[in-house]
């Protein structure tokens, strides 16, 4: 059974930081893109970041780059977002996910129907 479970998500004012992390099993993660997602209320899931399995390459979406770094750690199938600067437009439901590459470019994984695999979500509130 694939489990993604994220984790590190909390409340945090304007300008700190916070790490998440989503720990994945049941299978082996090798040739997959992992990404992170977000969804605030009434708002529908975004795209974050993402990140090729060699680690090579990464895409993030616009609002995020500069102060989010995604990152990876195959050996303990895991996948890493470093969130520097929050900001109180950064308050969503974060969730992790993995998509089959399939030869794609890590640029071209930015939909929700890409990921064949979803975690649970991981709370972040920013205060200002």
């Known amino acids: 059974q694939v489990q993604l479970v994220e984790s590190g998500g909390g409340l945090v004012q304007a300008g700190g930081s916070l790490r998440l992390s989503c720990a994945a099993s049941?299978?082996?993660?090798?040739?997959?893109?992992m990404a992170w997602f977000r969804q605030a209320p009434g708002k529908e899931r975004e795209f974050v970041a993402a990140i090729a399995w060699s680690g090579g390459s990464t895409n993030y979406a616009i609002s995020v780059k500069g102060r989010f770094t995604i990152s990876r750690d195959n050996a303990k199938n895991a996948v890493y977002l470093q969130m520097n600067n929050l900001k109180p437009e950064d308050t969503a439901v974060y969730y992790c996910?993995?998509?089959?590459?399939?030869?794609?470019?890590?640029?071209?994984?930015?939909?929700?129907?890409?990921?064949?695999?979803w975690g649970q979500g991981t709370q972040v509130t920013v205060s200002s």
């Open positions: 996910a993995a998509a089959p590459s399939r030869g794609r470019p890590v640029v071209s994984l930015t939909t929700t129907p890409n990921y064949a695999y």
């Open positions: 049941g299978r082996t993660f090798s040739g997959y893109v």
